[in-house]
């Protein structure tokens, strides 16, 4: 079924409305939704709402935050949320970002106290409006073993970049660094397929193709799988943005995350929330901005004319296929799975809010 | 043969002197080769004293570089290396980050005009001197094919970020962002083996396990192979590593990155040499040093108490390898392949320094 990206916005702020949030808020944070519908990630987007609406009927996340720099340098700031909704949180704190870079060229915010963010790529395509170059990390629930582990230490912790073109459209590059996003498991097993070697492992550590040990308590591997392939480097990367968006800002860190689904275990926590990081960069403040958008459209264009791999049609540019997800579905509308529809006709009845 | 490091490095210095650089600068380049061969990075250690030479000796290098700020504001500096030797024009431009990150909260430096800078983990070490948490990385000769391509159009770009601990050792993170550096590749020819699926193609763009391709023309492939496995999430953090280091900063960028081996074919420049990329950020900016210092200790140890995989001791932290090499080889020496002290012995003779 397909839905008109307005209804769903509209439907999604009304909600997060009942949940208590302002006007405003609950507005943006359908605004992070709608960034990950119109984009194809569609694990991350309204399909979510639920479990979003779950944490305000729970009283686990304080609708109306008030979220304050408890620290802060010419460039830097740390934020709290207040446990605030990350959808909220986020965009506010990488406003600060944005503002940092403004007056000291580069802006670099951490942020404890809040919760699951929405899509990683939202933060940096804000970025992009202002000519900046963006980035986002968070910690997530843990789901990933370090290279080596037989046991959930890491979330899927991913890293987004936006780099800002001239006549091209922009890069911007939104990854999980596991080696495949939960989504992925999910879907195999739904459709009871097996999963490639190096994606999982059983609930003891053993290498599986059964997608259905993830909910029998096995772990995501991080990119790079096994030592020979580099899982090594998959593990950094995931221990590098815990370390920025988790033990620096003064949030959980590695398995103490709190879930985003309010029915898993959580251990007693270690700091505030969930934690995120954001960045800023002023082009102007490197190279004067008509010289790097030359630059950066011939890094582009020579990308793209790389000699094809056999059987493909050569290398993309990072953000190109949510690009083309977005522009299809700013035509066609946002396509929704009959289970997601009955979720949020339950949701809609639950908060007294019209769907169709 | 073993060698003590001081004998390695004072080598080193002279010759270095004798190609014409200060002093001053040429002990400080034999400081960056001795960091890699005292924590075992042999391929980018005294090992290669010789391709540094030639850079001097063929005029591609400046021996007296004015390392100069072009641009900063508060926080950035982008920095003219003046076409000086990486292993000089890294550490300056490494401590004009340390130096904002002091005065603003954090630092970000870019680098055009420079040369091969050795590993790029020793930079984040010297802010650890300083409590700093640092970053270093850098573009460097084409090597990778982006996913789904058959040409080199990428470098190893790697990747160093280390983080200061309180009673722990700090975690270092090294990492080239290719599935494995072009040293396995080497090593596995000299051994007439084979190597894994999914670290090369042939010069068509054909999955290979003959190591002897990467000589014929073949590529790397960015960590995570292929699609499945998430070869385009190295393909990003190539990128990003390129448009950071190469494109903002004005120097040349992919696949006209001028090769450190100057008998291999340049491209027409796009910018001014080798780009490179530091970042220093000071933890007091974040929240107490002592808290971090606490959180981060807790970090360490709740990642060592993993569960292990099957067959394995379970996971380690960031650094581990490299600093047991460096606690044996601070005992016994530098071990030397037969072929470096004959190169060591030949560099020696034409640049009049006594080796052994």
């Known amino acids: 079924m397909l839905y008109p990206r307005e209804q769903l916005h509209s439907f999604a702020a009304q909600v997060f409305q009942q949940c208590g949030l302002t006007e405003a808020d609950a507005r943006l944070a359908a605004d992070v939704l709608d960034a990950a519908d119109i984009r194809g990630i569609d694990s991350h987007g309204i399909s979510r709402l639920w479990a979003y609406v779950?944490?305000?009927?729970e009283r686990l996340v304080n609708p109306r935050p008030k979220v304050s720099i408890i620290r802060e340098t010419a460039s830097t700031a740390a934020v709290d949320g207040d446990n605030g909704l990350g959808l909220i949180v986020g965009p506010k704190a990488n406003n600060i970002a944005m503002q940092k870079a403004a007056e000291a060229g580069m802006g670099w915010v951490t942020v404890r106290g809040s919760s699951h963010y929405g899509i990683a790529g939202y933060y940096p395509l804000q970025a992009l409006r202002h000519e900046?170059?963006?980035?986002?990390?968070?910690?997530?629930?843990?789901r990933v073993t370090p290279l080596w582990g037989a046991e959930r230490q890491l979330g899927t912790n991913p890293i987004a970049v936006a780099f800002p073109a001239g006549e091209e459209q922009p890069i911007v590059i939104d990854?999980?660094?596991?080696?495949?996003?939960?989504?992925?498991?999910?879907?195999?097993?739904?459709?009871?397929?097996?999963v490639p070697d190096g994606w999982i492992v059983d609930r003891d550590g053993q290498p599986s193709n059964r997608p259905e040990?993830?909910?029998?308590?096995?772990?995501?591997?991080?990119?790079?799988?096994?030592?020979?392939?580099?899982?090594?480097?998959?593990?950094?990367?995931?221990?590098?943005?815990?370390?920025?968006?988790?033990?620096?800002?003064?949030a959980n860190w590695g398995p103490f995350v709190p879930s985003f689904l309010i029915a898993e275990r959580n251990?007693?926590?270690?700091?505030?929330?969930?934690?995120?990081?954001?960045?800023?960069?002023?082009?102007?403040?490197f190279m004067d901005l008509e010289e790097y958008k030359q630059r950066v459209d011939q890094w582009i264009r020579t990308m793209r004319s790389t000699?094809?791999?056999?059987?493909?049609?050569?290398?993309?540019?990072?953000?190109?296929p949510e690009r083309q997800t977005e522009a299809e579905r700013s035509k066609?509308?946002?396509?929704?799975?009959?289970?997601?529809?009955?979720?949020?006709?339950?949701?809609?009845?639950q908060k007294e809010v019209a769907f169709d």
């Open 54 to 57: 779950r944490l305000f009927d």
């Open 132 to 142: 900046l170059i963006g980035w986002s990390m968070t910690n997530a629930s843990t």
């Open 175 to 194: 990854m999980a660094t596991s080696v495949v996003a939960l989504g992925k498991l999910e879907i195999a097993q739904r459709k009871g397929e097996l």
């Open 213 to 250: 040990e993830m909910s029998a308590g096995g772990c995501l591997l991080p990119l790079g799988s096994d030592r020979e392939s580099g899982g090594h480097k998959g593990y950094c990367l995931a221990s590098l943005v815990d370390l920025l968006s988790g033990v620096l800002s003064g």
């Open 267 to 285: 251990l007693p926590p270690v700091g505030k929330g969930t934690g995120h990081c954001f960045a800023s960069m002023r082009i102007d403040a």
């Open 307 to 320: 000699k094809p791999a056999p059987g493909t049609n050569g290398p993309i540019i990072p953000g190109d």
């Open 332 to 349: 066609s509308g946002i396509p929704l799975h009959q289970s997601v529809v009955d979720g949020l006709r339950e949701v809609a009845r």
